[in-house]
């Protein structure tokens, strides 16, 4: 990371969004708080309310910070260049991380479930994950696509529905996880199965 005030500014955003993580993966997402994450992050509370004045803030924060986290979870497993990878891989490994596998990962999919919980209220949080999700069901859908003209997948199913279902049966697979309705391997196997119907 560069030099300067920005920098500085972005790395400091960085470790509260971190703290909040920890905190999530520790004690729940109930217990995030100024004076918790200022703990976590070995700063004061005031310094902590000067980048994220509510609550809901220091949720965006960690939601951005966990995918920037899973990004590079997914390149260290299917490449630095996603392009160049194998579509099935990419598919895998992306739809993989979706399902909770450590503390980490279940940090981050509590901060993204609640994430989506304030989109239910809050028009303007809706509207930034229709944005991100036209993105990633986009993405998914090119993958789907490029293996159909391969020949891998048939030609008959559409890549963005085919995306759209399986990015939602992830995510809700990822929320019986969270709350204990199903196990992650079970949740796991039942990703790695749909993905494999589609190349049958």
């Known amino acids: ?23 999530v993966a ?8 100024l004076t918790e994450v200022a703990a976590q992050a070995g700063i004061s509370p005031g ?3 000067h980048y994220f004045p509510a609550k809901r803030q220091l949720i965006e924060a960690a939601f951005e910070r966990g995918n ?12 630095a260049d996603l392009q160049a990878a194998e579509p099935r ?32 209220a809050e028009e ?3 509207a930034r994950l229709r944005v991100l999700y036209a993105d990633f069901h986009r993405q998914m859908a090119d993958l789907i696509a490029r293996d159909q003209q391969a020949g891998h997948i048939p030609a008959a199913l ?6 759209l279902a399986l990015v939602a049966l992830a995510e809700g697979l990822a929320a019986y996880v969270l709350t204990g309705v199903t196990p992650a391997s079970t949740a796991r196997q039942q990703v790695l199965a749909a993905v494999a119907d589609l190349y049958r």
């Open 124 to 126: 303007t949080i809706a």
């Open 1 to 23: 990371m560069g030099r300067g005030p920005g920098a500085h500014h972005a790395q400091r955003r960085a470790e509260i969004a971190d703290a909040v993580l920890a905190i």
């Open 68 to 79: 920037e986290l899973s990004s590079a979870r997914i390149r260290a497993k299917a490449g």
């Open 158 to 163: 559409d890549p963005r529905d085919t995306a």
């Open 89 to 120: 891989l990419v598919l895998t490994t992306v739809l993989g991380e979706l399902i909770p596998y450590d503390a980490a990962t279940e940090a981050h999919m509590r901060v993204r479930q609640s994430f989506h919980a304030f989109a239910f």
């Open 47 to 49: 310094r902590v309310q």
């Open 26 to 33: 520790d004690r729940g997402l109930a217990a995030v708080s």
